[in-house]
């Protein structure tokens, strides 16, 4: 059974930097695709980042770009974002995602989520 388990969210003042981090279990977990997706209340979840099964190819929707960092340690089977230079508008419920091994899905199970809020 895949386990995908977030931590690290919380409440930050704009400007302010947060870490997440993806405990994964019950799949090969250095032969899957991952990924970060958020939703805001009100609004779809949307992808934030993706990070491929070596770690060399990551993907960030524009909203980040340049203030969040995917990364991945296969070692420890933990997949991390760093998110920096916080908005307001990056509050969201926050999902840790896996994409079964060896395929180019990044999104086939999901964690239960860990809330960000960044007050103005």
């Known amino acids: 059974q895949v386990r995908l388990v977030e931590s690290g969210g919380g409440l930050v003042q704009a400007g302010g930097s947060l870490r997440l981090s993806c405990a994964a279990s019950g799949l090969t977990f250095s032969s899957s695709n991952m990924g970060w997706f958020r939703q805001a209340p009100g609004k779809e979840r949307d992808i934030v980042a993706r990070i491929t099964r070596s770690g060399v190819g990551t993907y960030y929707a524009d909203s980040v770009k340049g203030r969040f960092t995917v990364s991945r340690d296969n070692a420890a089977n933990t997949v991390y974002l760093q998110m920096d230079r916080l908005k307001p508008d990056d509050t969201a419920v926050y999902y840790c995602?896996?994409?079964?091994?060896?395929?180019?899905?990044?999104?086939?199970?999901w964690g239960q989520g860990t809330q960000v809020t960044v007050s103005s």
């Open positions: 995602t896996a994409g079964r091994a060896h395929t180019h899905a990044v999104a086939d199970y």
